[in-house]
């Protein structure tokens, strides 16, 4: 154990020398904001696949809800058609940061849209229906009234055969990232419970490693759920 952690500590100090390095160093700030440090890509790629899977198609409008500055977002946006993303996130800086990918990547064509909120929208969305709503590695920060609050949002803003999808803590799940060690402690089946009174149902179906999450990282067993009308 020891060892690990040695071995996390020097991997964490070479990859924060990105930071002086100049071709290296707008990586680094945008993994710095997310984490974990060197593995951009291959979260990005797991975004995608994942949504993918559950059925995203370019002609879908997506919601994804904590999108930080953009590591899925920028996979979802080259993906979708013109006017299908929305991104949502509570940070000033992850919105900033993303924006400035967006023009990086020359991809404010394809009429994106970054809100900057503390809730999940209500104000900044208007009427908007969507296709998904994506929620990555933020469902397990939420108490029971915030999962209420987020179920009575997908009841509102899915289109009819939509899905909201999102992934909480497995048993094996690695917490050491955790400011809190003990967050609030959420199961598939009690998260149904709280669903099936907005008249939805939470379905697991699988760890994220099983999505392409990378394995050597602790939330790769994760569980991935989907959430959809009864």
């Known amino acids: 154990m020891e060892v690990t952690r040695t071995l996390k500590l020097w991997r964490r100090q070479l990859y924060s020398l990105r930071s002086y390095v100049p071709g290296l160093r707008r990586r680094h700030k945008l993994e710095s904001l997310v984490g974990p440090l060197g593995f951009w890509d291959q979260l990005q790629a797991y975004q995608l696949r994942a949504v993918t899977e559950l ?18 977002g920028i996979a ?15 940070n000033p800086r992850c919105i900033e940061i993303g924006s400035e990918e967006l023009s990086k990547q020359r991809l404010w064509a394809k009429a994106p849209r970054l809100f900057l909120c503390g809730d999940f929208g209500d104000e900044q969305l208007g009427d908007a229906k969507f296709d998904f709503i994506w929620l990555s590695q933020v469902l397990y920060y939420f108490d029971e009234p915030t999962f209420h ?5 997908a009841q509102c803003r899915l289109r009819p055969n939509g899905i909201m999808a999102g992934d909480i803590l497995g048993p094996e799940s690695d917490r050491g990232f955790l400011r809190d060690p003990k967050p609030p402690a959420h199961t598939a089946e009690s998260l149904d419970g709280m669903a099936r009174t907005h008249g939805l149902m939470v379905t697991p179906i699988g760890k994220l490693s099983e999505f392409g999450y990378p394995k050597r990282l602790g939330l790769s067993r994760n569980v991935l759920l989907k959430i959809s009308r009864i």
Do not use: N, S
């Open 76 to 90: 979802f946006i080259r993906y979708l058609d013109r006017e299908r993303y929305v991104g949502l996130d509570h």
């Open 149 to 153: 609050k987020l179920f009575g949002l």
């Open 55 to 72: 059925g995203l198609r370019p002609e879908h409008a997506l919601l994804d809800i904590g999108c930080g500055p953009l590591q899925g």
